[in-house]
Each structure stands twice: as structure tokens, then as C-alpha cells.
């Protein structure tokens, strides 16, 4: 017999993929935890048809990224699927531990060198669509912290699904309107195995504020439900008031990824992280 969290949460899912366009291959990131592990079992229930292709980046965090790793292979296992494993370290000579030497405040570079890879792999494998596990409260906070740094043109790109844009694959977030809380009962119901440890590099301070702040001003889940939706109708108004200018993309000089800037902030940060270890390795010499 189905339980009620399984019913809401397929149900969520697929109200959400629903309205993204057509797409038949699926890289589904997946990190270990219990988020991913449960997106790709409930996106295999629901879309059974669909090829998905699960994707785990090994960013080099010691025994973290170890366990990590070891987790993701279950969890594809379990789905009876074969895990492509990008290792950091072994294919850019650096891990994220090294890049924190350079970076001291590293999570963002750690956020845009996982956003920038998963599409590299998921382009490379020709795939329609990239699936991510952000889920409710990881939204509510985003947009919040917008709202009140006045960070508009922030708030003004905020999209749950993002179509296609020359090499950059489509990029969708299912579990945008499930909460955390339900996340976990799924994950325990239907016995995904997950590693509940956090990055030791730890989250931001000022990420669980917000997040305490979302808990405090939400208690219920219609409520965050309602507050999601009334910040996305913000979003999308500010988006189509066409105040603020959305940045124009050309492809990277080194990589020939749609960028910003003449060279993407990925080419530019490994560049000097590489200088940079050089000249440590030369030094201890
Ligand atoms: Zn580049």
C-alpha cells in the first residue's frame, strides 16, 4: 500500500517535470545524500521510460568525498544503474582542499565548479536535461536572502527549470516544491541508502540563519508552499518588467562554454589554482 508521503511526493515531482518540454535522457547529480538518492528513486517510478544517467562529482574532501562516492554507488546500484564518477583530483590535478588554500571562503567556487562540471558531463553525454535535488526550504532561503540584500538580479534569474542555451543543457529541480521534512520519510520508506554526514567545510552561517528564519516564519508546509509561490511570481515579474539586464553569454575563450565573460569563471579559477600549486611545489623545494 502506497503511503501519503509517497503520494505527494510523485505527485509533486511529476506536476513539476510535467511542464517542462519534452525530454527523454536525464543526468540526475547525485552527492550521497538523502536529497539526490530519493529524486532518482522517485523519478524512476514515475518516468520509467525516461533514460536517466546518475552523475557523481568527487570533489577531493578527504574521507567525506570518500563516503560520498560510496554512497552514490549504492544508491545507483539500487536502481540498477551504472554511476559515472568525475573525479576532481584525477582529472584536474587538484582537489577542493587545494582550491581552499587559494579560496579560503570555498563553497561558492565549490558550487560553480559543480554547476559548471555537471553540464561539461551531461553536454559531453548528450543529454537533454540535467535533474537536481534543491528542494523547498533550499529555494525559500535563496530567495529570501535576495529579497532582503537587494539582490534583484538575483531574484530576477531564479527559474525552476532553465530550457536549453547553446551548450547549456536544460536544467531542471523537481523537488522544488517538497520539502526537506518529506524528502527524508521518503527516503526512509523506501530504504534508499544515503550518507547523512554534511561537508566538513560546512555550510555558511548565514545559510542556516536563513534557514532558521524560513522554520520560524513557515510552520507549516502550506505556508512555505505559499511563500514560495508568492516569491516566484516576484521573481518573474522583475524578469519581465525588463529592468534589470539579464548578462549576455558568448563562449568561453579557453573552454567554449556560453559565459558571461571572456573567459568563464571556471577556466579562470583552475588557471590560477594551478599557478598557484605550482609555485607552492617550487617554493618547497
Ligand atoms: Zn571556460
Redesign the pocket.
Known amino acids: 500500500m502506497k503511503s501519503l508521503t509517497e503520494e505527494i511526493v510523485k505527485r509533486r515531482v511529476l506536476t513539476e517535470v510535467e511542464k517542462y518540454p519534452f525530454f527523454q535522457k536525464a543526468v540526475i547529480a547525485l552527492s550521497g545524500g538523502k536529497d539526490s538518492g530519493s529524486l532518482l528513486h522517485v523519478f524512476m517510478e514515475v518516468y520509467p521510460d525516461k533514460e536517466v544517467i546518475p552523475v557523481h562529482l568527487n570533489l577531493g574532501i578527504g574521507g567525506f568525498s570518500e563516503a560520498s562516492e560510496r554512497f552514490a554507488r549504492m544508491q545507483a546500484e539500487k536502481a540498477g544503474l551504472q554511476l559515472v564518477v568525475f573525479n576532481l583530483e584525477k582529472e584536474l590535478g587538484f582537489s577542493i582542499m587545494d582550491a581552499k588554500k587559494l579560496y579560503p571562503k570555498v563553497c561558492s567556487v565549490c558550487g560553480g565548479f559543480k554547476r559548471y562540471l555537471l553540464n561539461r558531463i551531461s553536454f559531453e553525454l548528450d543529454a537533454d536535461i540535467i535533474l537536481t535535488a534543491h528542494h523547498l526550504e533550499d529555494f525559500l532561503v535563496r530567495m529570501l536572502k535576495s529579497v532582503l540584500n537587494a539582490g534583484f538580479e538575483e531574484l530576477a534569474r531564479f527559474k525552476t527549470y532553465l530550457p536549453r542555451k547553446g551548450n547549456l543543457v536544460a536544467k531542471g529541480r523537481p523537488f522544488c516544491r517538497v520539502s526537506e521534512n518529506l524528502i527524508a520519510e521518503y527516503a526512509f520508506l523506501k530504504g534508499i541508502p544515503f550518507l547523512s554526514e554534511k561537508c566538513p567545510i560546512g555550510r555558511k552561517e548565514n545559510v542556516e540563519r536563513f534557514r532558521r528564519t524560513v522554520e520560524i516564519l513557515a510552520r507549516r508546509q502550506s505556508q512555505k508552499l505559499l511563500y514560495f509561490s508568492s516569491l516566484t511570481k516576484l521573481a518573474e515579474k522583475l524578469h519581465s518588467c525588463g529592468a534589470i539586464p539579464m548578462p549576455e553569454l558568448k563562449p568561453?575563450?579557453?573552454?567554449?562554454?556560453l559565459?558571461s565573460s571572456e573567459?568563464?569563471s571556471?577556466?579562470a579559477r583552475v588557471r590560477k589554482i594551478k599557478a598557484f600549486l605550482d609555485r607552492e611545489k617550487a617554493a618547497s623545494f
Do not use: E
Not at 568561453?252 to 562554454?257: H, P, V
Open positions: 568561453c575563450s579557453s573552454c567554449g562554454f559565459a573567459t568563464c571556471f577556466c
